[in-house]
């Protein structure tokens, strides 16, 4: 009897186990969702969504995107951690994902231990952008006017707490000024309203999130928070060029479910590496003021995880000295 039970067991396990091989050499069989933690119109919308569909091309099967807002890209994250780790449910992760959520604490139950991370596919400086008619030039010119009158100067930042609030804040200690920072959550499509309707003269974004505004002349870049020119905005100086000394940026970042077997996140993997590359999302990145910069499976975690480390301990430091609360 015994015997028999160990062959039973022995032959199920080999079912399992070659029930999984199977799926994952077939996959995928079906639609891949990509879940976008940000409003549908904003720069990592339009991004994620060219890349899928070229990647989709690759993968051969339908990507398709879907933009579930709320928490600082929290709501839509938690809902790939708790997705079925099939490589059917894919999320895009940014700097607030990976960096603003963890450090507030703001839900116990979300740790990036609860997602296998896929690929870093791009990163982009942040920047200070104006209304076409707004009366500064040049980044001088608006620390001049936040000088003279301080915490009168309306300036669209994103969600309180985020990476561009931050920015905002290390810009004023750096250069002894003082705005009224309005948050617009949701990403930079409500940015986009907020100077379009003129209750703004003054963004703090990034070039690539704001590029279709800035080739229809309705904004303008004062300066980009880099130690090196956008090559789509050449015109644009950075801080460093500025004498303010501050890098700082965001990312975008594919992930899956923890336990997502390996080989399917490998099939994911290679179908966007080789969307990044084709030329046509190059040509087409080129114009949006967003550098491609790929970090594998392999390396992505590591990046991630001394990313956070720094980015904690900058922020730490800024509570420490009364700038931010926790």
Do not use: C
């Amino acid at each position: 009897m015994k015997s028999l039970l160990k062959i039973a067991g022995a032959a199920l396990a080999f079912t399992i186990g070659f029930g999984g091989q199977s799926f994952a050499a077939d996959y995928p069989t079906k639609d891949i969702r990509m879940v976008i933690p940000w409003g549908a119109g904003g720069g990592t919308d339009g991004i994620v969504r060219k890349l899928s569909t070229i990647a989709e091309k690759e993968i051969g099967q339908s990507v398709y995107a879907e933009n579930i807002e709320g928490g600082i890209s929290a709501t839509g994250v938690m809902q790939v951690m708790k997705a079925r780790p099939d490589g059917y449910t894919v999320g895009s992760l940014t700097y607030d994902s990976v960096v603003t959520v963890p450090w507030q604490g703001l839900l116990p139950t979300y740790k990036l231990e609860k997602l296998k991370l896929i690929a870093r596919v791009t990163s982009e400086p942040d920047a200070i952008l104006v209304s076409s008619n707004a009366p500064y030039k040049s980044v001088a010119d608006l620390i001049a006017a936040a000088k003279a009158n301080p915490g009168t100067i309306k300036v669209a930042i994103q969600n309180t707490g985020s990476r561009l609030h931050l920015a905002m804040l290390q810009f004023q200690e750096k250069t002894g000024t003082e705005f009224k920072l309005i948050a617009y959550p949701g990403g930079a499509a409500p940015q986009k309203e907020a100077i379009l309707s003129k209750e703004v003269d003054v963004v703090a974004t990034s070039m690539g999130d704001f590029s279709a505004l800035i080739e229809g002349g309705d904004v303008r870049g004062l300066v980009e928070f880099s130690d090196s020119r956008n090559p789509t905005f050449p015109d644009v100086p950075t801080a460093k060029e500025e004498g303010v000394d501050l890098q700082i940026g965001s990312f975008i970042v594919l992930a899956a479910p923890a336990n997502t077997p390996d080989d399917v996140v490998a099939k994911i993997e290679a179908s966007y590496k080789s969307a990044l590359e084709s030329s046509e999302f190059q040509e087409w990145v080129s114009k949006v003021g967003v550098s491609p910069n790929w970090l594998g499976t392999d390396e992505v975690t590591e990046w991630a995880d001394g990313t956070q480390k720094t980015l904690f301990d900058q922020m730490q430091t800024l509570v420490d000295q009364g700038v931010i609360k926790k």
